[in-house]
């Protein structure tokens, strides 16, 4: 089983009960559930872990995981993906530790270098040089249906998807306190308006956001404070930064 104690850590942590009847997204147990599910020993099994931890640690969208090349990915202190978003826009986001060294060995596992490698694709399929969305859906589907079968406490939402782990990141993210404006930016939405449907998830966190937005310039700064306040919040969210 993946042994992600970012992940694990989430088993102590209480996620507050929140309505879930805008979208189906998974809970941070939920998200741990998952990931503990793929064995990591084969390379189409460390594929699994790796591309559904990135899926869920970059909010990406199914088609802009497609589209990843291993050039995108850069290895550093603060290691970073570039995501190739709608309408040709990209944006660069942090990796949290634990998705890097996913990452890493899964690369490894392939023989491929982010220097020898850059024009390939992340995660090809077996039949062609990139995985297709319809492909992520049904490894999702595959997951999902394990996790539900194993632990039918959870997974009490219909018509999970690919799009399911995106909006679980940033309800996570607005649990953890991060600024509405700052989601916006990391899923790459146009609008703010259209960051504001998490806001029903949670009404609880409305107020405090709102006055966050008003006080605060400095995003670094205030993602500071928030995580200085929220030890109990899993690293892996913390880490969303």
Partial sequence: MASLGAYNAVSQT??????????????????????????????????????LALLYDSGARAQEVCDILIGDI???KTSTIRIHGKGNKTRE??????????IKRYLAERGKTLKDNRDEHLFPSQRS??????CIRNLVC??????????PAYFKEEGYSPHSFRHSKAVHLLE?????????????????????IYLRIHQGSVSK???ERKTETNIPNTLEQSHS???????????AR
């Fill in 176 to 196: 953890a306190g991060v600024p509405l404006i700052y989601i916006r930016n990391f899923l790459g939405h146009e609008s703010v308006q259209t960051t504001e």
């Fill in 74 to 76: 850069t290895f550093a």
């Fill in 229 to 239: 306040k929220n030890q109990d919040i899993p690293d892996f969210i913390q880490n």
């Fill in 142 to 151: 595959k997951y999902v249906t394990l996790a539900k079968s194993n632990h």
């Fill in 209 to 211: 956001i709102l006055k």
């Fill in 93 to 102: 986001l942090p990796m949290s530790s634990d998705v890097v060294k996913l």
């Fill in 14 to 51: 209480q996620t507050p009960k929140v309505p879930r009847t805008v979208f189906p997204y998974f809970s941070a147990e939920e998200i741990r559930i998952l990931l503990s599910i793929p064995e990591t020993e084969g390379k189409s099994d460390s594929r699994d872990v790796t591309l």
């Fill in 129 to 134: 040089d990139r995985i297709t969305t319809a």
